[in-house]
Each structure stands twice: as structure tokens, then as C-alpha cells.
């Protein structure tokens, strides 16, 4: 490709941008390729639009007793964030019970129901004051975690990746518009598997907010439409096996359920 068909393509997708159209196709960009690779999107409660992913980031620790229970003092730590590939999203729809597989290479496969914001802007060094603006809606999704790998990798301090970002580690439910949900500053939060609680917190103990989130994140990377955040797990995280099937609930949305295959 030459500087100018790249110029054209930047052009076309940011034209689109501005004038609403949420789904640039690659065949309007009129770039072409050897084969396809599948976009990620995370269909939108009430119509037919799709929320279509560019990345996504997890906080760690973020509720105090969960911080605890990972081993660190939560009065003193700064938020931290890692990623999972794009990817890694499973989107799970209501009212049903969706397959998750069992993942390679791990023997303590974990859980983490988790609040999710999606972007609909972004920028650097967001203010708190302003950073909620950026909010197109929200989801529930799960951390899925390989719990021995990340852990094994920490000790050895090396990336974590193996423990986070894998295939399909990344359940979602449907995103809300913020029109039909409002923001969440409290509301319980609970995972069962089984039938049996597990988790059972509430999203006013987060230590920092979703809006504290933006922020920080936005010091470190220039977040754009399209990003999303996991602003991590209250505490109780726990092992599944094959057979178990996992029900998440956050107040205002609609539960997800998952058994693992
Ligand atoms: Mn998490």
C-alpha cells in the first residue's frame, strides 16, 4: 500500500466516524486483503446497532476485600490495568446458558464476575470531572482467569498474559445504552456456580470508579471509541471444572450464564 491509498483509507474510516456511521466495512475502505479476519462486536440491547470492540482493559484489584485476598494491601496500591486481545470476547446472550471451554494448560480455571463500561470517545489525560461522558453503556461480563499460570508467571515475574488474555477469556452480555441504564455507583453484584453464591459484593465498594478508571487509564494510553474496561472482581474468586455452570448478576441488568464444556 502507498502513502496516498493509506491516507485515503485513514480519511475514509475517519468521514464515517464523523458522520455517525458506527461500521466502517472494510470493503468501503476498498483495502484489500489475502483472507478475512472477523471483527469483534458486542450486539446493543434494543435495536440493531453493534458496539464493535476496539480494546479491551481490565483493572486488577479493585475492590479492597478481593485485593486482600490476592495478597496486597489495598489502601496503598494505585490502580493497575492489564489487557485481553480483542478476541477474547464470548458474547453470552440472555436467557440461555452458552458453552464456555475449558481452557488449555491450566488446572485452577477462575472466576471473576465483573462490571463492564463501554467507550463511545476517548482521549489522553481525561479529567474525572468529564471522564463519564465517554460512557456509551454498560455490560457484565466474567475475567476468566487461568488462576496457577498467573500466579506461577507473577512469582517468576514475567507477563501475566497466559493467565489473562487467552482464547475466549472474556465473557460478555449484551452492552446497554446509558439512556437505558444510567450509571452504576451501587447495586449488588453476585456470581453463583451451581446455584451456590460465591461472589456477593456491591459495586459501591469498588476502590476506584468507573470514572477514576477512565481517567487513570487515559494517563497511559489514549482510549478511543470502541474500548471497554472489566473494573474488576469483588472478592471470593474460586475454581470451576467442567460441568459447573456459572449465573452472574448485577442490578440492572440482565444475568449471564455460562457451563463449562
Ligand atoms: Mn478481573
Redesign the pocket.
Known amino acids: 500500500m502507498d502513502r496516498r491509498s493509506l491516507f485515503g483509507t485513514t480519511a475514509t474510516l475517519g468521514l464515517g466516524a464523523l458522520a455517525g456511521c458506527a461500521l466502517p466495512s472494510v470493503a468501503q475502505s476498498g483495502v484489500k486483503t489475502p483472507f478475512n479476519v472477523a471483527p469483534t462486536y458486542i450486539p446493543i440491547v434494543g435495536g440493531e446497532l453493534m458496539f464493535p470492540v476496539r480494546r479491551i482493559y481490565?483493572?486488577?484489584r479493585?475492590y479492597a476485600a478481593h485485593a486482600r485476598e490476592m495478597g496486597s494491601d489495598p489502601t496503598r496500591e494505585p490502580p493497575f490495568f492489564f489487557q485481553k486481545p480483542t478476541d477474547a470476547i464470548q458474547y453470552v446472550a440472555p436467557g440461555q446458558v452458552s458453552d464456555h471451554p475449558y481452557p488449555a494448560l491450566t488446572q485452577n480455571y477462575h472466576y471473576?464476575v465483573?462490571l463492564v463500561a463501554a467507550l463511545q470517545s476517548g482521549g489522553r489525560n481525561i479529567a474525572m470531572a468529564s471522564a463519564l461522558e465517554h460512557v456509551y453503556g454498560y455490560s457484565l461480563g466474567l475475567?476468566m482467569?487461568r488462576r496457577d499460570l498467573q500466579r506461577a508467571l507473577g512469582d517468576q515475574k514475567k507477563p501475566w498474559e497466559i493467565g489473562k488474555s487467552f482464547d475466549h477469556s472474556a465473557p460478555i452480555g449484551p452492552l446497554h445504552r446509558l439512556a437505558q441504564t444510567g450509571h452504576f455507583t451501587q447495586g449488588a453484584i453476585w456470581l453463583k456456580v451451581n446455584g451456590v453464591m460465591k461472589q456477593n459484593a456491591n459495586l459501591n465498594q469498588m476502590l476506584w470508579s468507573v470514572a477514576e478508571q477512565i481517567s487513570k487509564l487515559s494517563e497511559a494510553f489514549e482510549l478511543m471509541a470502541g474500548d471497554i474496561i472489566?473494573s474488576?472482581?469483588p472478592e471470593n474468586v474460586g475454581p470451576v471444572v467442567r460441568g459447573d455452570v456459572i449465573d452472574c448478576h448485577i442490578d440492572g441488568l440482565p444475568n449471564l450464564s455460562v457451563k463449562i464444556v
Open positions: 481490565c483493572i486488577g479493585n471473576e465483573e475475567d482467569t472489566y474488576g472482581t
